[in-house]
């Protein structure tokens, strides 16, 4: 097997092409399309968007954004952190490490991530190393943040 690179996407109609293959799988949820779409500067070097492919073929993409401490809701004390999301692989390459690879990418920044886990892939998440996130929202935001914190980096306790 060829060794798992992650790959900063190019914001481009290339791309936009690739991601349309996604959405043929019927998760308009985790679409991109518009994200792209409104992001549309041709190799923007700011994409959020990053992915992973098998041949000429993109099989595992996910979104990732800094987050500022000022802008934290999540975390205390209140700290810079990545919030993960639109993590999708294609069916076909589930099982062989792509996902996992995305994930561990996002942790090398060794800044705590939050990210929304997609109905039935909680378990994915937990076997992550991810955990409910310990504070009571003032607000209901709709969600449910799982949370990692990198290792030496503690959340305090509620």
């Keep these: 097997m060829n060794q798992i690179k992650v790959e900063k996407l190019l914001i481009n109609y290339k791309t936009l092409e690739k991601f349309k293959f996604f959405k043929a799988y019927g998760n308009q949820e985790l679409s991109m399309m518009e994200d792209l779409q409104s992001n549309m500067i041709?190799?923007?070097?700011?994409?959020?968007?990053?992915?992973?492919?098998?041949g000429d073929n993109?099989?595992?993409?996910?979104?990732l954004y800094?987050?500022?401490?000022?802008y934290d809701q999540y975390f205390?004390?209140?700290q810079d952190y990545l919030t993960l999301w639109k993590l999708e692989v294609l069916p076909d390459y589930r099982g062989k490490g792509y996902g996992k690879a995305?994930?561990?990418f996002a942790k090398a920044y060794?800044?705590?991530?939050?990210?929304?886990?997609?109905i039935n892939s909680k378990h994915f998440w937990e076997k992550m190393g991810f955990q409910k996130?310990?504070?009571?929202m003032e607000r209901d935001l709709g969600e449910n943040p799982l949370i990692w914190m990198p290792e030496g980096v503690k959340e305090k306790d509620a």
Aim: aromatic content about 12%; hydrophobic content about 35%.
């Design 110 to 118: 060794k800044l705590p991530i939050k990210t929304n886990p997609l």
């Design 133 to 136: 996130a310990h504070y009571e």
């Design 42 to 54: 041709e190799n923007d070097s700011e994409s959020p968007f990053f992915g992973i492919y098998y």
């Design 102 to 104: 995305l994930v561990d």
């Design 76 to 78: 205390d004390p209140p």
């Design 58 to 63: 993109l099989v595992a993409r996910m979104s």
């Design 66 to 70: 800094q987050i500022k401490a000022k």
